[in-house]
């Protein structure tokens, strides 16, 4: 049995979105596999090389999923060809690859549902309180319009259709902080000056809603725009570095229609350029020794397609 999940990218709102506002996200083509073999007990396969940290917030999260999955017998292998720690969301990606093994290893309905319910139970283990983004869009495969009302256990999304082809390259910048350590960070100074920040999350969550509308419509130039300033509200709120804002002046020489911090940022992570075709840009970054890598999104070619 082999299942797989996609790793995401933030299009526009992260951060607010943890406060109930809208955020767009999507799956990229670069995942996490896992593979289940017969086995005595239900057990992981835990990966070589991370940190014990990792390898204990693993095991906790594997075993709270394999008891609430009724603990098939089944030993879990995972694979991943996408970047860890980087805004990628990697732990989402593994949850819901995972959850989806689990439920078939122990004959239970792999509907999204069900992933969505056992891979959240994996994401709390690892992130505390996640606003659900991460492992939402992992697991309906979409680019959706999401958004959790503060407190509710769940979050609502959208399906965005776009007309056009809608590609994005991604850049790594860099290790960067935990996402916990930068989002309890941005919570202190939420506290310390509410008012000002709660402008800023508002202004990111009506321009994730603008930016939305212009999926809709397919105009890029739109979603572009809408990602420059996501952007320089991110950087208001304390959250870029003079390497991020480096190489996504980088990005946008190199043609980029709009450029951010995808995920958690706060210094080094993964950066988002928005391109018609991004094959040159890739090129042209690789040639420079930055690591990059192409993923379409939406619209016609898309992962949407590929589900129906
Ligand atoms: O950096 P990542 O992939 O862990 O994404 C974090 C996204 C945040 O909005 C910062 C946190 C959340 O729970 O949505």
């Given at each position: 049995m082999t299942a797989f999940g996609p790793g995401k990218v933030i299009l526009l709102g992260e951060h607010a979105v943890v406060y109930g506002y809208a955020a767009v996200a999507g799956p990229l083509s670069q995942g996490m596999t896992a593979r289940a073999k017969p086995a005595d007990r239900c057990e992981l396969k835990v990966p070589k090389g991370i940190s014990k940290h990792h390898r204990q917030a693993l095991q906790r999260a594997f075993e709270r999923a394999a008891q609430n999955a009724g603990a098939p017998c089944v030993k879990v292998e995972l694979q991943s060809d996408l970047p860890l720690s980087?805004?990628?969301g990697s732990s989402a990606a593994l949850s819901v690859a995972v959850a989806k093994v689990l439920l078939e290893a122990a004959d239970r309905a792999v509907t999204p549902k069900n992933v969505l319910a056992l891979a959240a139970e994996m994401e709390q283990e690892f992130?505390?309180?996640?606003?659900?983004v991460d492992h939402t869009t992992s697991a309906r495969n979409e680019l959706l319009l999401f958004r959790r009302k503060p407190g509710a256990p769940n979050g609502t999304a959208k399906v965005l259709e776009c007309p056009k082809p809608l590609h994005v390259l991604v850049a790594l910048c860099g290790e960067r902080p935990p996402t916990r350590a930068t989002v309890s960070g941005l919570r202190e100074r939420r506290e310390r000056w509410p008012r000002r920040y709660e402008r800023l999350f508002t202004e990111i969550g009506r321009v994730a809603e603008e930016g939305a509308e212009a999926i809709r419509e397919g105009d890029l130039e739109a979603l572009g725009d809408a990602m420059n300033v996501n952007q320089g509200l991110l950087a208001a709120l304390g959250l870029s570095s003079p390497a991020i804002e480096g190489l996504l002046a980088t990005l946008r020489r190199a043609g980029a229609l709009g450029a951010k911090l995808t995920g958690?940022?706060?210094?080094g992570g993964a950066l988002i350029g928005l391109f018609r075709d991004p094959r040159a840009a890739a090129r042209a970054l690789a040639r420079q020794n930055i690591h990059c890598f192409t993923s379409q999104l939406?619209?016609?070619?898309?992962p949407q397609e590929a589900n129906r």
């Open positions: 980087m805004g990628l992130h505390g309180t996640p606003s659900g958690a940022g706060g210094d939406a619209g016609p070619g898309g």
